[in-house]
């Protein structure tokens, strides 16, 4: 019944009956409480700590989905590669670009070139350094020359804005070369 509290079924003998345990609902009716049925409690406190628990969880799910720079100060990583790039005979090609300020932890780079069979050939470095009364000015530096079948640039330490790898094939056969940029913290 509507508005009133309900009472034991089964009282003792001789005892009036007492009202079970119970809560009222929202339409003012009640209902019993208990295992099947517990008191619809809410303790805002908790209910507080538990979001904020949430809410550090998935902060901390999303700082694991994304990359962790676990690199040591001092270890080398490779930056950039170039593969499987021709150069005619005789011919010079920039192949690529270090842009510095992507890479502005590393104190140092190294280039590695390996190519498909001995022959004479030489990387330079072109060094770019920027100048307001004449535009941009190219400083170029050779890295490693002679008849090899690869080569190994000593550490290179940034002194511009950026630098490009220039090979020259002195070859008369076009070559086939491989480039690894690689810098260290």
């Known amino acids: 019944m509507k508005g009133r509290l309900k009472r034991e079924s089964n009282p003792a003998p001789g005892e009036k009956a007492g009202f ?53 100060k001092g270890s080398v990583v490779e930056l950039s590669r170039k593969l499987n790039r021709n150069i005619t005979a005789g011919g010079r090609s920039t192949i690529l670009s270090v842009d510095p300020a992507e890479h502005i932890d590393y104190k140092e780079f190294f280039i590695i070139t390996r190519n498909d069979s001995k022959h004479n050939f030489r990387v330079d470095i072109d060094w770019k350094v920027p100048s307001t009364s004449f535009g941009t000015i190219y400083g170029e530096t050779a890295v490693f020359e002679g008849d090899l079948i690869w080569g190994a640039s000593p550490p ?30």
């Open 20 to 72: 079970t345990p119970q809560h009222e609902k929202v339409d003012g009716s009640y209902i019993n409480t208990g295992e099947n049925n517990p008191l619809p409690v809410t303790d805002t406190e908790l209910k507080s700590e538990l979001e904020s628990i949430k809410q550090t969880q998935a902060q901390i799910l999303e700082r694991l989905d994304s990359p962790i720079d676990t690199q040591l």
């Open 156 to 185: 290179i330490r940034m002194k511009a804005s950026g630098l490009r790898l220039i090979v020259l094939n002195r070859d008369i056969e076009e070559h086939q070369y491989d480039f690894y940029v690689y810098g260290v913290k």
